[in-house]
């Protein structure tokens, strides 16, 4: 017996897609028959997920994500290997399991459109045979925690798209689940509101020690929430782990911008040995350095230069993750040590570039 | 079974819907359309000699009682049901512990209250003004009640297993119409079924859609003498079962499709 919340082992889904070209004509002839195309949309993923343990399901768009969620939830069934959750067979629904998950997707609304909510919310605790004083405790923690007391009583189609998406999580942790799937729960939201519901998320999980997978394209939110991610890229599991560890493995340097004293000019010769200059602006220099030899290199960097002023920083996470995006599982593959270093920098100038042409 | 939260969402679809009231009185109002043409239609043209023993104000009671019978077994759900299925909302009926029957079950109700609020009224206008003659008994009463009940329970069935075709079938709802069409022409609707030609008429009397609006009507206007009422309860009960098992194999099959291929 294991105390893993959620066990996925061997996981498989392929789908059949039909597929024609434009046309009349190749409309017409899939009319008489049709032709199908083998999607493999998630391949052979494994991975567990203790109680309490919140986990980021990061990958580009089309990645699985979304079908791993609709396998754990119970809405599809896989083609192939197994999943527990709660010590329950998703695909099995049963009632118990049901009321143990909840599913908030971000696109979607389970909230009926002209009535208020709290209308709905009553309903799910009948659903969920909440008793009286379950449901009266259970909404009211949730309704504080998110600060929405006003807008139960307003018909939803009124409320903004944030005040939606509160009465959303409000409506799906009603009934205290303990493993929630969010997909993209903060879409389109708003800096500060995006930034609350993550401190909810986080208020949520604490108190009831409940597990929460999470979809985002947002990296503030994995970055907020998520100690541990799970990469997916093209169905297959790319990385399991910290997010920093996945910095660091895909992009082993920093980066350290520093201020010099004017009145000296320092020759790039003059810098030490595995040094290298990205940007110099007038007394301002950004160098990338091994992050292995990183503290040595400041060290020598305040021992012998004029520092005024000295900023280390990792690369920033978002180009990270998108490289891994575009270059998949070549990056990953390499042992740590051999990656070359990824030129984010680069990637950022040419970016802005782009954006000046 | 989820009775305590299949309750509860009656009682909010209703609230939801008692929203959308004033649409809910234009679609019955639509409703009533035909059947109104008809009365007017067979009690003019019974005036000068009764049809098949059929007077004015027989023709006028029967299409009266007939609109009442169509409201309360239409299912308008099952035209939303292949939408829910095509568009993903499912997926949320799925994740809940109770059986998505309910939700359909729920709207189904709730609808139904909705529009007797208007229906009723209507009717009972149009009675005093069109003079309806109406002989029915006691027991004609009950077997009406009875027939109303399994005619409901017939017509939302058959129309959920072809709703639930969209599992397959992105436009699905053509059965619908299709249906629709059967029921305007077989159920008594275009005329009391008593008036069909012969062969027709036993077609009618073999086939589900006059069970789902014209036998309850005739059940209580006296159309029918009360052997061919039982006869009418079994062929009722045999339709009604047979459209629950077909319900429930496309509905496990089409959700095994939806769960292979997704929402």
Same mark, same amino acid.
């Given at each position: 017996m294991t105390t893993s919340h959620i066990l996925v082992n061997r996981l498989v889904k392929t789908y059949q897609v039909p597929v024609r070209e434009g046309g009349l004509r190749a409309a017409m002839r899939s009319f008489a028959r049709r032709t199908y195309d083998t999607v493999e949309a998630v391949r052979d993923i494994s991975f567990s997920i203790e109680p309490g343990e919140i986990v980021g399901f990061i990958g580009p768009n089309g990645a699985g994500k979304t079908t791993t969620l609709k396998m754990l939830a119970g809405l599809l069934h896989p083609t192939s290997g197994? %999943? @527990? %959750?709660?010590g329950f067979t998703p695909w099995e629904r049963h009632a118990d399991f049901l009321c143990t998950i909840s599913m908030v997707l971000g696109n979607k609304s389970q909230l009926i459109w002209d009535i208020p909510a709290l209308d709905t919310y009553r309903v799910l605790g009948e659903i969920y045979h909440l008793t009286p004083a379950q449901y009266q405790q259970s909404l009211e923690e949730l309704v504080k925690l998110l600060d929405m007391s006003e807008l139960l009583t307003k018909p939803v189609r009124n409320l903004s798209l944030g005040e939606r998406m509160k009465c959303e999580l409000v409506a799906g942790l009603l009934h205290q689940p303990q493993v929630i799937f969010l997909d993209e729960p903060t879409l389109g939201l708003d800096i500060s509101m995006q930034s609350r519901l993550r401190r909810f998320v986080l208020d949520y999980n604490r108190r009831h020690g409940a597990s929460v997978i999470l979809t985002s394209h947002y990296m503030a939110d994995v970055t907020a929430l998520c100690p541990r991610v799970i990469l997916i890229h093209h169905g297959r599991l790319l990385y399991d782990g910290g997010l920093t560890d996945l910095a660091a493995r895909l992009a082993p340097f920093k980066l350290i911008r520093v201020g010099l004293s004017a009145d000296r000019v320092v020759a790039d010769s003059a810098l030490p040995i595995g040094v290298e200059v990205l940007q110099r602006e007038g007394d301002h220099?950004?160098? @990338? %350095? $091994? @992050?292995?030899v990183? $503290?040595?290199?400041?060290?020598?960097?305040?021992n012998t230069l004029p520092v005024i002023d000295l900023v280390v920083e990792d690369p920033p996470i978002e180009a990270v993750i998108d490289q891994i995006y575009q270059e998949g599982a070549s990056l990953l593959k390499a042992p740590s040590g051999d990656n070359p270093p990824l030129d984010f920098h680069a990637q950022r100038m040419e970016a802005s570039e782009e954006k000046t042409r | 079974m989820n009775h305590r939260g299949g309750w509860a969402l009656i009682k909010r679809s209703w609230a939801s819907w008692l929203q959308y009231r004033s649409f809910f009185f234009v679609l019955a109002f639509g409703?009533?359309?035909?059947p109104l043409i008809y009365l007017f239609v067979w009690s003019t043209a019974s005036e000068p000699a009764p049809i098949a023993g059929m007077t004015p104000p027989q023709f006028v009671a029967y299409y009266l009682v007939l609109i009442l019978v169509n409201q309360l077994t239409f299912a308008q759900t099952n035209w939303t049901v292949g939408d829910i299925i095509r568009m993903g909302s499912l997926n949320s009926w799925l994740l809940k512990p109770m059986s998505p029957l309910y939700n359909a079950l729920a709207s189904e109700v709730a609808g139904k209250v909705v529009m007797m609020a208007f229906v009723v009224p209507v009717s009972i206008g149009l009675a005093i003004v069109l003079r309806p003659e109406l002989n029915a008994t006691l027991s004609q009463g009950v077997f009406f009640f009875i027939a109303l009940g399994g005619a409901w329970l017939l017509r939302f069935f058959w129309g959920l297993w072809l709703a639930c075709l969209a599992f397959w079938a992105t436009r699905a709802d053509a059965l619908l119409a299709l249906q629709d069409a059967l029921i305007f022409l077989l159920a008594g609707v275009v005329a009391p079924v008593a008036l069909l030609p012969g062969v027709l008429q036993t077609i009618a009397r073999v086939l589900p859609f006059y069970y789902m609006v014209g036998f309850p009507v005739e059940a209580l206007t006296g159309q029918i003498a009360s052997s061919e009422v039982a006869t009418g309860f079994v062929i009722q009960a045999a339709w009604l079962i047979v459209a629950i098992v077909i319900y429930r194999l496309v509905w496990r099959?089409?959700?095994?499709?939806?769960?292979a291929i997704g929402g």
């Open positions: 197994e %999943v @527990r %959750v709660a220099l950004e160098l @990338r %350095v $091994p @992050r292995s990183a $503290p040595a290199i400041m060290a020598q960097l305040l | 409703w009533m359309i035909p099959s089409g959700l095994k499709r939806y769960s």
